[in-house]
């Protein structure tokens, strides 16, 4: 079985033996990140301080990702679960390719994809004690019991409502619950490693690709920096 390729690894949020991500340095000086270099909306230009991930870059990263999900869970059947509503457009990126990769397999044996989409809203209140987590979307969490889930996130900040979040869905009797992220932030105190990852970034301020701050920036299909300007305008 497939499930084998995930012994010997540590517990979810780990990210122990997970295969590294591309690492985008502290420095952002040099063409590469220049954001003229790249299309963005004139109107709103100087809310963009630097292009940290361009949207090519990104699609093939996911392709990657969706192909090194393929190689560990095989024809396993896997349950996806987008984290809403930053994470739909890295998710149908991700299920997309993952959907070719099926398709141009010839040892598929079934006549459909072995996997399932699901899609939750999850909130989390860290001021009480216990760390209330609330979870809306998904009336049958059931149906995960000894199924393999992973959790696809746009970002990994500090981690910790993702770590609530695994905790919970452990509770129904997962065989396994692993993650899968866009990007992880080198965030001071972060406390869970995804265990599929695109980028490693700087603690940076970052909209695009579904990240959004106060609903400005979502749109991008780059990953951008947000200028001092940027936050100034959208601050509420």
């Not at 630097?50 to 396993?76: F, M, S, W």
Request: aromatic share 10%; hydrophobic share 35%; net charge negative.
């Amino acid at each position: 079985m497939a499930a084998k390729a995930l012994e010997g690894r540590g517990i979810v949020g780990s990210g122990d033996k997970r295969k590294d991500p591309v690492w985008i340095g502290d420095d952002l000086t040099g063409s590469m990140f220049d954001k003229s270099m790249y299309v963005i909306d004139s109107h709103r230009a100087d809310y963009i301080e630097k292009v940290l991930i361009p949207e090519g870059l990104i699609a093939d990263r996911t392709a990657k990702l969706a192909y090194d999900l393929k190689e560990v869970y095989g024809q396993e059947e896997l349950h996806m679960i987008c984290l809403l509503k930053g994470s739909r457009p890295f998710y149908n990126a991700l299920i997309t390719a993952m959907q070719k990769i099926y398709a141009a397999d010839p040892t598929q044996k079934v006549s459909h994809y072995s996997f399932f989409e699901h899609f939750v809203r999850v909130q989390s209140y860290s001021g009480t004690e216990s760390g209330d987590l609330t979870v809306t979307g998904m009336s049958e969490l059931e149906e995960l019991r000894g199924k393999h889930v992973v959790i696809v996130e746009d970002i990994i900040d500090t981690g910790k409502t993702l770590t609530q979040f695994c905790v919970y869905l452990e509770q129904y009797g997962a065989a396994s619950v692993r993650t899968v992220s866009l990007l992880e932030k080198r965030k001071p105190g972060r406390v869970f490693s995804g265990d599929f990852v695109g980028f490693s970034i700087p603690d940076v301020f970052v909209v695009g690709c579904g990240l959004d701050y106060n609903d400005f920036g979502r749109q991008y299909g780059h990953v951008c920096v947000v200028s001092d300007a940027g936050v100034g305008a959208y601050k509420k």
